[in-house]
């Protein structure tokens, strides 16, 4: 088997957080991410879930070195980036690219979209002449479904759905070879969500191009992502290709998540959860198995032993004491 | 490529139109600026008046029969009289009031000008670059403007002078260097939150240097506080220069300036009112327009806030 595009080992990244001198309460560590492991082959779309405040943001801005990674290895196409310092970390840049959740934050409000498109196609030297820059914001704005003469206004002139569909154009334009997608249709309207997301995917089936798709709606996911990585409190806890994760829920948390998903039945009984009860702290994770708290298959083990990871076949792996015990898999 | 919606008919219709068109025609944010910056009636008023203001202080000595050094020997401490061309009257010493108050004008927008453009330009790059890199960079820095801000500011014009001899665009500088430390203050909170923004992400994930970041995607939306402060610095540069003319560090007599007219001309307002009166209009005029203008600026730059 050739290597993947992208192989994580053991990343970590930590925070610390307070602080110890003068007037603080002492410097606490928050492990955001707190060794995964997980590979993206060339064109595989693989999704990253969990819920909020689970780190799994954290590991897309880690990817893309908006955060220092604390600990562990990125092999992007065999090299491990994350020795690279800035500079030899740019040219890269180009090649692993990040779409943004809130399409009205992440457009510079005083520059045209001709000028926020250029400016990637000029720092990476992909465009010699002016004409060829607009030549080639005009292919790329045509390729999201927008106008081309759309590229002389200004973010202001544009809805939520246009906006992300011009964050989805300046990621396109440096034709990368992996996008992280840190929750990309989260932010907009329903109605909308589901054109953006089309977009993406036909987009990733024409170019194919890897990506990281981070959410934390297991029904978008479903919607385009080869395989899915479940992530509780900086930890996988359940990977497995779709069909796996959807017809065989291993780990209860990805069960919970996938009872969790609202189904367009009015008035149908909802099901008890199985699981109550708040995430525990990232600063002060609970010993053994992270989620045995609120876990209904909870023993003894769980409380004291971290669970190994147990390969289910099919590249179905599950980190829990319990895998043989299961609930009957929902009807998702 | 064929493009996944299939209209490669009207990629290649604008590639054409590309051909004979050099730029697409478009509002830049400058001319929509503009734009709404003149259907403000008091920014425009407030433009016309500074205009009409800065005109005449620096064109209108030249057609006075006075000038602002020149003493009429036969009319000293007279209020205004038309038929001996003292329009706005003579002070103590018999100069005319209205070419002095003129003198004093230019000065004055001279010294705000020069001084807040300088502590423009260092109190927005210094507050940004604290702001951008942030940790131990901005804690060392903004200590360093804790310090500057705790040292009382006449010392530094006196050192200054006492180096360079006295002049008055050293003055002008040396004003402008320490009222930047609230614009770098206001930068650096700004730009804190700024960072955080996505489009500044995104711009470190397309790997723009932190120069550019700064110049390019911070400085530009710093626009609306910066305008709103540099109005109010202006007055406050007016204000200043009186104080330091007063205790003799700033313009010397014969050359005279708003502050020192005012100043000079409440020592004798009872007796001879014109002396406090004159000045005095002219830069409430100023200040009032210069604070509708800053208004008008911040709402015309600012498309977020329509």
Redesign the interface.
């Known amino acids: 088997m050739t290597d993947p595009l992208l192989d994580i080992r053991d990343l970590k990244v930590h925070f610390r957080i307070g602080k110890n001198w003068p007037f603080g309460s002492g410097v606490k560590t928050l492990k955001a991410v707190d060794g995964i492991d997980l590979a993206i082959d060339m064109g595989e779309v693989v999704s990253l879930v969990g819920e909020s405040g689970c780190g799994k943001s954290t590991v897309g801005r880690a990817l893309t070195r908006l955060e220092d990674a604390t600990d562990g290895e990125v092999r992007f196409k065999g090299k491990n980036v994350l020795d690279l310092d800035r500079n030899g970390f740019r040219p890269l840049r180009a090649d692993i690219q990040m779409i943004f959740q809130d399409p009205f934050a992440s457009l510079n409000p005083r520059l045209t979209i001709e000028q926020t498109l250029a400016e990637p196609l000029r720092i990476h030297g992909l465009a010699h002449s002016a004409r060829e820059a607009r030549e080639k914001i005009a292919k790329v704005l045509q390729q999201v479904g927008l106008d081309p003469s759309v590229m002389t206004r200004h973010p202001h002139a544009f809805s939520g759905g246009q906006r992300q569909r011009i964050g989805i154009a300046r990621v396109m334009i440096l034709s990368p070879k992996l996008v992280i997608a840190d929750e990309p249709v989260s932010a907009l309207d329903v109605s909308i969500q589901a054109q953006v997301l089309n977009l993406i995917r036909d987009l990733q089936r024409e170019t194919g191009v890897a990506m990281l798709f981070i959410s934390h709606d297991l029904g978008v996911v479903r919607h385009i992502s080869d395989r899915i990585a479940v992530m509780y409190l900086g930890r996988i806890v359940e990977t497995g290709p779709k069909s796996e994760i959807f017809a065989n829920p291993t780990h209860p948390y990805t069960r919970l998540l996938l009872r969790s998903i609202p189904r367009p039945v009015p008035n149908a009984q909802r099901k008890r959860l199985g699981a109550t009860g708040e995430p525990a702290s990232a600063t002060n994770p609970p010993p053994g198995c992270a989620f045995h708290p609120r876990c209904p298959l909870a023993t003894e083990v769980c409380r004291t032993k971290t669970p190994p990871r147990i390969d289910l076949g099919q590249g179905h792996i599950a980190a829990c004491h319990h895998t043989d015990q299961r609930e009957a898999a929902p009807a998702a | 490529m064929a ?3 299939g ?1 490669d008919v ?2 290649t219709d ?2 054409k139109k ?1 051909e004979t068109l050099d730029a ?6 400058t001319q ?1 600026a503009l734009r709404r910056l003149f259907a403000n009636k008091a920014a425009l008023v407030s433009i016309f008046l500074l205009t009409g203001l800065v005109l005449i202080a620096f064109f209108g000595p030249y057609f006075l029969p006075w000038s602002y050094d020149a003493v009429d020997w036969s009319n000293i401490r007279k209020p205004p009289n038309f038929e001996a061309g003292h329009y706005f009257g003579t002070d103590q010493n018999g100069r005319d009031l209205l070419a002095r108050a003129m003198q004093g004008t230019q000065m004055s927008i001279i010294v705000a000008v020069v001084a807040t453009f300088v502590s423009v330009v260092i109190g927005v790059v210094y507050g940004a670059a604290s702001g951008y890199f942030g940790g131990r960079v901005d804690a060392v820095m903004m200590r360093f403007v804790d310090i500057m801000y705790a040292l009382p500011y006449i010392l530094f014009v006196i050192i200054l002078v006492v180096i360079f001899g006295r002049s008055p665009v050293l003055l002008f500088v040396g004003i402008g260097a320490i009222e930047w430390l609230t614009m770098a203050r206001i930068v650096r909170g700004q730009t804190l939150s700024l960072k955080e ?3 500044v ?8 240097r932190p120069f ?1 970041i700064i110049m ?2 911070i400085v ?2 710093l ?1 609306g506080p910066v305008v709103i402060y540099a109005t109010l610095t202006i007055p406050e540069i007016i204000i200043t220069e009186s104080f330091l003319s007063y205790l003799g560090l700033g313009v010397q007599e014969p050359q005279t300036s708003l502050g020192t007219l005012i100043s000079n001309g409440s020592q004798v307002a009872e007796a001879m009112p014109w002396l406090l009166i004159f000045p005095a209009i002219i830069l409430v005029t100023m200040l009032l327009c210069l604070t509708y203008l800053g208004d008008g600026l911040r709402d015309a730059l600012d ?2 806030d329509r």
């Open positions: 493009g996944i919606t209209k009207v990629l604008y590639a590309l697409p025609k478009g509002r830049s944010l929509d923004r996505e489009f992400e995104a711009a470190r994930a397309g790997g723009a550019t390019r995607h530009p939306n626009t498309p977020k």
